[in-house]
């Protein structure tokens, strides 16, 4: 089971400032709640090249992705046509989809919401409980509108049918150097992780105070033996820590 997420923010309101993203920080905390990481996240302008050329990155790295934005039907809402020339598939009209945004706006459905219905071939919807104007997955990539109020509930449907919880087994554990300077501290990371591969070594410097750094550890690997040889390393080396609360 994949514990590890990616996360797509589409959307030129974003980036220039007319609405402030809320999603990076809500979906690192749902996918905690079900034991997963926010391995990456990018912020995406509604444009046809950037879209296509990041979703193909994005599908060749083969990791569970939410998207967010642009799935309407508007003109700069690209996403859904993007998303089927990336995965290499036509766009067509979704029955299920069609009878969804028929049943929710009748004869408004017609000429322009019913273009929402216009989804790549095989994909699978996600029902939006907001509208009921349906998402798609197709490949481990799950295509969410991008207002909070309907992806949000729509994301944690997908998390529960999909990918069940589970305990993550991702653990961090720290330490802070005392009067040392990073670059003193280069040789001793890069032998931990060359010794503890399934994890990575991070460096904080505490600005604000002398000579103070946040030394840890972080990942699903032996973190424990890995903490202990640390101690060990920098004791011998006389360099002083105390260990973080």
């Known amino acids: 089971m994949n514990s590890y997420f990616g996360l797509i923010v589409i959307g030129d309101e974003i980036l ?10 809500h979906f690192r905390s749902l996918l905690k709640k079900y034991g997963k990481l926010l391995h990456r996240c990018w912020f995406i302008p509604d444009q046809h090249e950037s879209l296509i050329r990041h979703l193909q990155f994005s599908i ?9 934005g642009g799935i309407g039907a508007t003109p700069d809402d690209l996403t859904r046509s993007c998303a089927a020339e990336a995965f290499d598939t036509p766009l067509q009209r979704h029955p299920e989809a069609k009878l969804l945004i028929e049943s929710q706006f009748g004869e ?24 009921q104007i349906p998402g798609f997955s197709i490949n481990y990539h799950h295509f969410l509108p991008g207002f909070p109020e309907m992806a ?12 069940p919880q589970q305990e993550s087994r991702f653990k961090q554990r720290s330490l802070l150097v005392l009067n040392t300077p990073e670059s003193a501290l280069v040789p001793l990371m890069e032998l931990i992780n060359r010794e503890y ?7 904080l410097p505490k600005f604000g105070t002398q000579g103070r750094i946040e030394l840890g550890l972080r990942g699903d690997g032996d973190i424990d033996g890995a903490f202990e ?3 060990q390393q920098l004791t011998k080396q006389k360099i002083t820590f105390q260990i973080s609360t």
């Open 16 to 25: 220039y400032g007319d609405r402030a993203d809320r999603h990076h920080d």
């Open 60 to 68: 060749s790295e083969q990791l569970p992705v939410f998207v967010c």
């Open 108 to 131: 408004a459905a017609y000429p322009t919401r019913i273009k929402m219905a216009d989804l790549p071939m095989g994909c699978e919807l996600i029902p939006n409980p907001y509208n």
């Open 152 to 163: 949000w509930p729509m994301a944690e449907w997908v998390l529960r049918q999909k990918y």
């Open 197 to 203: 591969q399934d994890l990575k070594m991070y460096s």
């Open 229 to 231: 040889h640390l101690q």
